[in-house]
């Protein structure tokens, strides 16, 4: 498939066992002799032999350079480190950077990419549900300050993306339910096709059959794809990926509520804009029902329990776009989503007070 971005397309392949051929998915590089690999430990354990053996028969040489797992790869001192090794092994503008792994590795060494000597060719390999299905596509990388996630960043497309789908074999079971959010994200939003398939048999994509999580993955990457086509540079069009984002961040703002994954902070973010969507008279019954039940067959939790209302709309005002009232991503039913700039908090504060389980949740 195909990905247009201004003036040029990169290719992203999906499939089972890309992995082992991913130069033959990538634009030639005849000028480059390294491919310098980013990927933690765990991940290079698994999956970085079989990515270097392909890549040594293009005659690419493979480095691996080393980083930390998880959210704890996306800092400044991991990226410097990232910089100097690049230059002090000499590598030149020719040389691509490879993101072997999940969304915070693709972040890191997107940017690493993006800024080494001005940018140099970038290769994103997703090995994780969350990073083939939203992170690895769209341009964006980041790094984190103290301060906030990706306040620091740049828009660096890659030369091309090797999804290769029987990795999600090793994922852990809450990282593969965590990624299943953001699928119910397109599917609510964007895609009524892969509704009606999640909806009508969910069991093939949860034994992760890999013909099943083929189709997935390429459906959601198209979905994705054509939003960003429209935003290259997210000033708008890219807001309906924000469904179910404005209470999941929220959440994971809030101290006590972080062991949360995000995909579980969004899942129960996308039954509150389901929620918010029917309050406000936009959305017709039942869509919060239809929410519940596509979640819940997909192993994720919406019923769980939300912090007290006041604390949620304290988070949400810490968001960078909030102005005034609260931006909701909101449906007038399921694959029409539209932005309400300005949900009034009250509005917010007793969809909250409803979702609240006292007593009974949504289930
Ligand atoms: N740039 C974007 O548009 C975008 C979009 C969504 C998310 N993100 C970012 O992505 C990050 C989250 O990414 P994530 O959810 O992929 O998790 P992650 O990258 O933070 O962590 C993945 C974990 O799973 C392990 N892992 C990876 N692949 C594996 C495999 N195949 N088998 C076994 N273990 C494996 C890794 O070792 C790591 O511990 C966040 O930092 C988020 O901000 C970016
Ligand atoms: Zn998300």
Redesign the pocket.
């Known amino acids: 498939m195909s990905v247009a971005v201004p003036g040029r397309t990169y290719d992203v392949t999906i499939g089972e066992g890309v992995l082992a051929r991913a130069t033959e998915h990538l634009p030639p590089m005849p000028a480059a002799e390294r491919a310098f690999v980013i990927a933690?430990a765990?991940?290079a354990e698994?999956y970085l032999a079989t990515l270097a053996e392909g890549l040594e028969d293009a005659r690419l040489r493979t480095v691996h350079l080393s980083v930390p797992?998880?959210?704890d790869a996306?800092t400044v001192q991991v990226m410097t480190a990232l910089h100097r090794q690049l230059a002090t092994q000499e590598a030149h503008r020719s040389d691509p950077v490879f993101a072997l792994?999940?969304?915070?590795?693709?972040?890191l060494a997107g940017f690493v990419a993006a800024t080494y000597m001005r940018g140099v060719p970038f290769v994103q390999v997703p090995?994780?549900l969350?990073?083939q299905v939203?992170?690895a596509i769209?341009g964006?990388?980041a790094v984190n300050l103290p301060e906030g996630?990706?306040l620091v960043g740049a828009f660096h497309q890659p030369v091309g993306v090797v999804a290769d789908v029987s990795?999600?074999a090793?994922?852990?079971e809450r990282?593969y339910r965590?990624?299943l959010a953001e699928v119910a994200k397109y599917a609510l939003t964007l895609d009524l096709e892969l509704l009606a398939s999640l909806e009508a048999d969910p069991s093939p994509v949860l034994r992760r059959e890999p013909a099943a999580l083929e189709r997935l993955v390429a459906r959601c990457v198209r979905a994705k794809a054509s939003v960003v086509r429209g935003d290259e540079r997210d000033e708008g069009g890219r807001l309906v990926l924000n469904y179910g984002h404005t209470l999941g961040h929220a959440l994971e703002r809030l101290d006590a509520f972080a062991s949360r994954s995000?995909g579980e902070a969004v899942a129960t973010g996308m039954v509150f804009a389901a929620r918010l969507s029917e309050a406000t008279g936009r959305a017709p019954d039942g869509l919060v029902a239809r929410h519940v039940r596509l979640l819940s067959s997909l192993g994720l939790d919406p019923g769980a329990p939300l912090p007290p209302p006041e604390e949620v709309l304290g988070a949400m005002r810490m968001d960078k776009k909030y102005r005034g009232g609260v931006r909701f991503v909101l449906l007038e039913d399921v694959g029409r989503p539209f932005v309400d700039d300005g949900v009034p908090e009250d509005a917010v504060r007793a969809a909250l007070e409803a979702m609240v389980p006292t007593g009974g949740t949504d289930r």
């Open positions: 933690d765990a991940v698994r797992q998880g959210e996306k792994g999940g969304g915070s590795v693709g972040d090995t994780t969350t990073a939203d992170a769209g964006k990388s996630k990706n990795t999600l090793t994922l852990p990282e965590s990624g995000h």
